[in-house]
Protein backbone atom coordinates (compact mmCIF):
# COMPACT_ATOMS: atom_id res chain seq x y z
CA UNK A 1 0.00 0.00 0.00
CA UNK A 2 0.68 3.59 -0.89
CA UNK A 3 -0.14 5.26 2.13
CA UNK A 4 1.61 6.07 5.12
CA UNK A 5 -0.87 8.23 7.16
CA UNK A 6 -4.52 9.46 7.63
CA UNK A 7 -5.31 12.16 4.54
CA UNK A 8 -3.73 9.99 1.50
CA UNK A 9 -7.22 9.02 0.31
CA UNK A 10 -5.60 9.80 -3.86
CA UNK A 11 -2.95 7.65 -3.04
CA UNK A 12 -5.54 4.77 -1.70
CA UNK A 13 -7.06 5.14 -4.92
CA UNK A 14 -4.34 4.52 -6.68
CA UNK A 15 -3.64 1.09 -4.92
CA UNK A 16 -7.85 0.78 -5.60
CA UNK A 17 -6.56 1.41 -9.43
CA UNK A 18 -4.38 -1.16 -9.39
CA UNK A 19 -6.82 -4.12 -8.16
CA UNK A 20 -9.83 -3.38 -10.51
CA UNK A 21 -7.36 -2.62 -13.74
CA UNK A 22 -5.97 -5.81 -12.89
CA UNK A 23 -9.53 -7.68 -13.30
CA UNK A 24 -10.16 -5.94 -16.51
CA UNK A 25 -13.20 -3.56 -14.66
CA UNK A 26 -13.41 -0.47 -16.36
CA UNK A 27 -13.75 2.90 -14.11
CA UNK A 28 -14.10 7.06 -14.03
CA UNK A 29 -13.04 8.80 -11.05
CA UNK A 30 -15.33 11.14 -9.62
CA UNK A 31 -15.99 13.59 -7.23
CA UNK A 32 -13.55 15.58 -5.79
CA UNK A 33 -10.96 14.46 -7.32
CA UNK A 34 -12.74 14.94 -10.91
CA UNK A 35 -13.73 18.56 -10.10
CA UNK A 36 -10.38 19.28 -9.72
CA UNK A 37 -9.30 17.72 -12.57
CA UNK A 38 -11.94 19.76 -14.70
CA UNK A 39 -11.34 23.06 -12.74
CA UNK A 40 -13.15 23.15 -9.93
CA UNK A 41 -10.23 23.13 -6.93
CA UNK A 42 -11.80 22.21 -3.76
CA UNK A 43 -9.93 20.69 -0.60
CA UNK A 44 -11.68 17.24 0.02
CA UNK A 45 -9.90 13.91 1.11
CA UNK A 46 -12.48 12.11 -0.73
CA UNK A 47 -11.52 9.76 -3.54
CA UNK A 48 -14.47 8.31 -5.77
CA UNK A 49 -14.97 5.91 -8.31
CA UNK A 50 -17.77 4.67 -10.62
CA UNK A 51 -17.84 1.22 -12.36
CA UNK A 52 -18.59 -0.62 -14.64
CA UNK A 53 -19.57 -3.38 -13.02
CA UNK A 54 -22.61 -6.05 -12.92
CA UNK A 55 -23.99 -5.77 -8.75
CA UNK A 56 -23.67 -9.79 -9.10
CA UNK A 57 -19.74 -9.17 -9.40
CA UNK A 58 -19.25 -7.07 -6.25
CA UNK A 59 -19.28 -9.63 -3.51
CA UNK A 60 -16.00 -11.38 -5.40
CA UNK A 61 -14.22 -7.86 -5.82
CA UNK A 62 -15.26 -7.18 -1.84
CA UNK A 63 -13.51 -10.22 -1.19
CA UNK A 64 -10.13 -9.68 -3.36
CA UNK A 65 -9.78 -6.32 -1.55
CA UNK A 66 -9.77 -8.46 1.58
CA UNK A 67 -7.33 -10.57 0.48
CA UNK A 68 -5.20 -7.76 -0.55
CA UNK A 69 -5.38 -6.45 3.48
CA UNK A 70 -7.87 -3.55 2.75
CA UNK A 71 -10.82 -2.80 5.32
CA UNK A 72 -14.33 -3.12 3.10
CA UNK A 73 -17.82 -2.27 3.64
CA UNK A 74 -21.27 -2.68 1.13
CA UNK A 75 -24.12 -1.03 0.62
CA UNK A 76 -27.09 -2.03 -1.07
CA UNK A 77 -29.61 0.98 -2.04
CA UNK A 78 -33.28 0.62 -2.16
CA UNK A 79 -35.26 0.43 -5.26
CA UNK A 80 -35.59 4.42 -5.31
CA UNK A 81 -31.79 5.36 -4.59
CA UNK A 82 -29.74 6.59 -7.49
CA UNK A 83 -27.11 4.44 -6.95
CA UNK A 84 -28.07 0.69 -7.05
CA UNK A 85 -24.55 -0.69 -4.87
CA UNK A 86 -21.28 0.99 -3.09
CA UNK A 87 -18.42 -0.96 -1.68
CA UNK A 88 -16.26 1.46 0.55
CA UNK A 89 -12.50 0.73 1.03
CA UNK A 90 -9.93 1.32 3.58
CA UNK A 91 -7.04 1.13 4.88
CA UNK A 92 -5.51 0.57 8.34
CA UNK A 93 -5.19 5.26 8.50
CA UNK A 94 -8.90 5.50 7.65
CA UNK A 95 -8.19 6.42 4.13
CA UNK A 96 -11.13 5.86 2.38
CA UNK A 97 -12.45 5.32 -1.43
CA UNK A 98 -15.72 4.94 -2.61
CA UNK A 99 -16.51 2.79 -5.43
CA UNK A 100 -20.11 3.41 -7.16
CA UNK A 101 -21.55 0.61 -9.26
CA UNK A 102 -25.19 0.91 -11.04
CA UNK A 103 -25.24 4.74 -11.06
CA UNK A 104 -29.07 5.37 -12.22
CA UNK A 105 -28.51 7.29 -16.03
CA UNK A 106 -25.03 6.64 -16.26
CA UNK A 107 -24.17 5.59 -20.01
CA UNK A 108 -21.50 3.03 -20.39
CA UNK A 109 -20.20 5.42 -22.92
CA UNK A 110 -19.04 7.20 -20.18
CA UNK A 111 -16.12 4.89 -19.00
CA UNK A 112 -14.62 5.69 -22.83
CA UNK A 113 -15.14 9.32 -22.69
CA UNK A 114 -12.88 8.89 -19.47
CA UNK A 115 -9.87 11.17 -19.75
CA UNK A 116 -6.70 9.89 -19.04
CA UNK A 117 -4.77 12.13 -16.28
CA UNK A 118 -1.25 10.80 -15.13
CA UNK A 119 -0.83 11.16 -11.18
CA UNK A 120 1.90 9.82 -9.35
CA UNK A 121 3.35 7.59 -12.53
CA UNK A 122 -0.20 6.29 -12.59
CA UNK A 123 -2.42 7.37 -15.56
CA UNK A 124 -5.90 7.17 -13.82
CA UNK A 125 -9.45 7.65 -15.94
CA UNK A 126 -11.28 10.22 -14.67
CA UNK A 127 -15.07 10.89 -16.11
CA UNK A 128 -15.19 13.59 -18.74
CA UNK A 129 -16.21 16.88 -18.34
CA UNK A 130 -19.77 16.64 -19.32
CA UNK A 131 -20.47 13.64 -17.88
CA UNK A 132 -19.44 15.02 -14.98
CA UNK A 133 -21.82 18.36 -15.37
CA UNK A 134 -24.50 16.01 -15.52
CA UNK A 135 -23.70 14.17 -12.44
CA UNK A 136 -22.93 16.93 -10.10
CA UNK A 137 -26.23 18.21 -11.46
CA UNK A 138 -28.35 15.10 -10.95
CA UNK A 139 -27.11 14.53 -7.53
CA UNK A 140 -27.79 18.22 -6.97
CA UNK A 141 -26.59 18.89 -3.10
CA UNK A 142 -24.98 22.00 -2.63
CA UNK A 143 -21.46 21.24 -3.39
CA UNK A 144 -23.02 19.51 -6.71
CA UNK A 145 -23.89 22.28 -7.97
CA UNK A 146 -21.00 24.30 -7.43
CA UNK A 147 -18.73 22.20 -9.04
CA UNK A 148 -20.90 21.74 -11.68
CA UNK A 149 -21.36 25.63 -11.88
CA UNK A 150 -17.23 26.03 -11.40
CA UNK A 151 -16.77 24.14 -14.66
CA UNK A 152 -19.28 25.37 -16.67
CA UNK A 153 -18.32 28.71 -15.74
CA UNK A 154 -14.21 27.75 -16.60
CA UNK A 155 -15.27 25.66 -20.04
CA UNK A 156 -18.11 27.37 -21.60
CA UNK A 157 -18.63 27.46 -24.84
CA UNK A 158 -16.16 24.43 -24.76
CA UNK A 159 -18.76 21.97 -23.83
CA UNK A 160 -20.31 19.82 -26.09
CA UNK A 161 -23.70 21.29 -25.47
CA UNK A 162 -25.92 18.57 -27.38
CA UNK A 163 -23.94 15.55 -25.38
CA UNK A 164 -24.33 17.50 -22.10
CA UNK A 165 -28.19 18.07 -23.61
CA UNK A 166 -28.42 14.23 -23.68
CA UNK A 167 -26.66 12.98 -20.58
CA UNK A 168 -28.92 15.29 -18.53
CA UNK A 169 -32.19 13.37 -19.97
CA UNK A 170 -31.05 10.06 -18.67
CA UNK A 171 -30.59 11.64 -15.10
CA UNK A 172 -34.32 13.10 -15.38
CA UNK A 173 -36.70 16.09 -15.59
CA UNK A 174 -34.23 17.86 -12.81
CA UNK A 175 -31.20 17.44 -14.08
CA UNK A 176 -32.26 18.83 -17.38
CA UNK A 177 -33.58 22.13 -16.14
CA UNK A 178 -31.00 22.87 -13.89
CA UNK A 179 -28.99 22.77 -16.79
CA UNK A 180 -30.74 24.96 -18.71
CA UNK A 181 -30.64 27.63 -16.14
CA UNK A 182 -26.83 26.60 -15.64
CA UNK A 183 -26.66 27.28 -19.14
CA UNK A 184 -28.88 30.28 -19.63
CA UNK A 185 -26.84 31.60 -16.64
CA UNK A 186 -23.24 31.11 -17.94
CA UNK A 187 -22.65 29.74 -21.44
CA UNK A 188 -22.29 32.35 -24.31
CA UNK A 189 -24.45 31.76 -27.12
Not at 150 to 164: K, M, P, Q, T, Y
Amino acid sequence: MRTRGPGESALLLLDVVGLITAQGIEYAVVGAMAASVHGAVRASVDADAVLSLAISRLRALERDFVTAGFHTESRRGDPDDPIAAMLVVKDEHSNRVDLIVGLRGLEVEAFSRAIHVPFQGVTLRVVGREDFVAMKLFAGGPQDIVDATSVVRLVGNELDLELLRRLAQRYGRTTVKALEILIAEIVVK
